[in-house]
Nanobody, 121 residues
Framework: QVQLVESGGGLVQAGGSLRLSCAAS????????MGWFRQAPGKEREFVAH??????YYADSVKGRFTISRDNAKNTVYLQMNSLKPEDTAVYCC????????????????WGQGTQVTVSS
């Protein structure tokens, strides 16, 4: 079992920044790749970013604006979000990668409850 708890969401104006955190427990964190996903109202959950051992990749919609990183000593993965847009409004969730394509929801097994990000225009 693993528990994931996200934090750092909130309300921000367009062009602003937020840093999300995902604290993990119950598993040897450093052994596992992690991902961030988001779900906007009325839409499917979508891939945002993935981090493994020295490798990161992003959805095209956030590339150049968002940065995923991790601190294994703190069992935490981060998502730095800059130049936020109203279309970034969503609930953001982190997840532990199990196997397969890191852009696919099915590749992940444990999920956090999510943190709300709202970007006003």
């Amino acid at each position: 079992q693993v528990q994931l708890v996200e934090s750092g969401g909130g309300l921000v104006q367009a062009g602003g920044s937020l840093r999300l955190s995902c604290a993990a427990s119950g598993r040897t964190f450093s052994r596992y790749a992690m991902g961030w996903f988001r779900q906007a109202p009325g839409k499917e959950r979508e891939f945002v970013a993935h981090i493994s051992w020295g490798n990161t990749y992003y959805a095209d919609s956030v590339k150049g604006r968002f940065t995923i990183s991790r601190d294994n000593a703190k069992n935490t993965v981060y998502l730095q979000m800059n130049s936020l847009k109203p279309e970034d409004t969503a609930v953001y969730c982190c997840a532990t990668w199990r196997s397969g394509n890191g852009r696919d929801i099915s590749a992940y097994d444990y999920w956090g409850q999510g943190t709300q990000v709202t970007v006003s225009s």
